[in-house]
Each structure stands twice: as C-alpha cells, then as structure tokens.
C-alpha cells in the first residue's frame, strides 16, 4: 500500500507546476483595459443602424459608464480587453490552486505528526 504522505506530495508537485505555469502567464507584460467590450445597434436620427456602434462599459463608483470606440481602434480596444479577461480567470485559477495547496499542506502535516 502506498504511503499517504507519498501521495500527497505527488499531488502538491502537480499543482506546484500549474501553480508556477499560471505565474509564468501572470507576469507576462501585456496592454490590457479592465472593461468589458459592448456591441450595440443605436438608432440614429430615428433610423436603426446597419452596422454595430462599440463601447467600452467600465464600472465607476458603482455605476456603469460606457465610452465609444472609434472602428480604428476597435482591434487594439479588443485585444486588451480579452487579455484583460484573460489575466482575470487565470488569477482566479491561481487562487484556487493556492487554497488547494494549503490544504494539502495541512493534510501533509497531519499524515507525517505521531
């Protein structure tokens, strides 16, 4: 029968390495916008528009603000948003695996104590 503590050190290696891989991704250098990017078809001089008006929705004081963005800018405004989002999830993944590895931690400490 394997040794519990064994077991429990191969689980912290492997999320160690997720761990490491996430803060390799968190650290890279990267533009980003913490906002959401929104796609709306406003009526203009009472008539629907054919193509989509884009704005930056960004929560302010508690309340939404949006800002428009030039069809220029669009392709920039997007990326940053998306690495933005990115940067967002994979620090919740970090999180997660930070908690998940204090437990083992304790486990580890219970397996190995008298």
Same mark, same amino acid.
């Given at each position: 029968?394997?040794?519990?503590?064994?077991? =429990?050190?191969?689980?912290?290696?492997?999320?160690?390495?997720?761990?490491?891989?996430? #803060?390799?991704?968190? =650290?890279?250098?990267?533009?980003? =916008?913490?906002?959401?990017?929104? #796609? &709306?078809?406003?009526?203009?001089?009472?008539?629907?528009?054919?193509?989509?008006?884009?704005?930056?929705?960004?929560?302010?004081?508690?309340?939404?603000?949006? $800002?428009?963005?030039?069809? #220029?800018?669009?392709? &920039?405004?997007?990326?940053?948003?998306?690495?933005?989002?990115?940067?967002?999830?994979?620090?919740?993944?970090? &999180?997660?695996?930070?908690?998940? =590895? #204090? $437990?083992?931690?304790?486990?580890?400490?219970?397996?190995?104590?008298?």
């Amino acid at each position: 029968m394997p040794d519990p503590g064994q077991q =429990l050190r191969a689980r912290i290696s492997a999320l160690q390495a997720q761990r490491r891989s996430l #803060e390799s991704k968190l =650290l890279q250098p990267q533009s980003m =916008l913490a906002a959401t990017l929104v #796609e &709306r078809f406003l009526k203009a001089d009472g008539v629907a528009r054919t193509s989509a008006a884009y704005y930056l929705s960004r929560s302010q004081q508690g309340t939404s603000k949006l $800002s428009y963005v030039k069809k #220029e800018d669009l392709p &920039r405004v997007r990326q940053q948003c998306a690495a933005y989002r990115t940067f967002q999830q994979n620090l919740k993944r970090w &999180r997660q695996l930070t908690v998940s =590895l #204090e $437990s083992l931690w304790k486990q580890l400490q219970q397996a190995q104590s008298p």
